[in-house]
Nanobody, 120 residues
Framework: QVQLVESGGGSVQAGGSLRLSCAASKYTYCMGWFRQVPGKEREGVAAIYYTGGSTYYGGSVKGRFTISQDTAKHTVYLDMHDLKSEDTGTYYC????????????????WGKGTQVTVSS
């Protein structure tokens, strides 16, 4: 079992920045972030391989969001810049993605989610 604890959500004005963090209870080979807006399908935001640090991004966030990790702490971060109102949603940390991309078909573990609200 892997426990995931997210932090860092909040409210920000459009154009602002936020950083999300997700601490895993132990090693996982792949972690990522997904977001959910009521009435819409879940969207893959970013993913990162533990080994080598290869990263993957959803098209709507590429160039604005950066996923990174501290492997010693089993923690991943999502730095979000130039936030837009359409980035509003609940952001979920995920672990054990198969494959390790934003289009993962299987996800082993989920965090409880953290709310991000961007006002225009």
């Amino acid at each position: 079992q892997v426990q995931l604890v997210e932090s860092g959500g909040g409210s920000v004005q459009a154009g602002g920045s936020l950083r999300l963090s997700c601490a895993a209870s132990k090693y996982t080979y792949c972690m990522g972030w997904f977001r959910q807006v009521p009435g819409k399908e879940r969207e893959g935001v970013a993913a990162i391989y533990y080994t080598g640090g290869s990263t993957y991004y959803g098209g709507s966030v590429k160039g604005r969001f950066t996923i990174s990790q501290d492997t010693a702490k089993h923690t991943v971060y999502l730095d979000m810049h130039d936030l837009k109102s359409e980035d509003t949603g609940t952001y979920y940390c995920a672990a054990e993605l198969v494959p390790c991309t934003v289009e993962a078909r299987y996800i082993g573990y989920w965090g409880k989610g953290t709310q991000v609200t961007v006002s225009s």
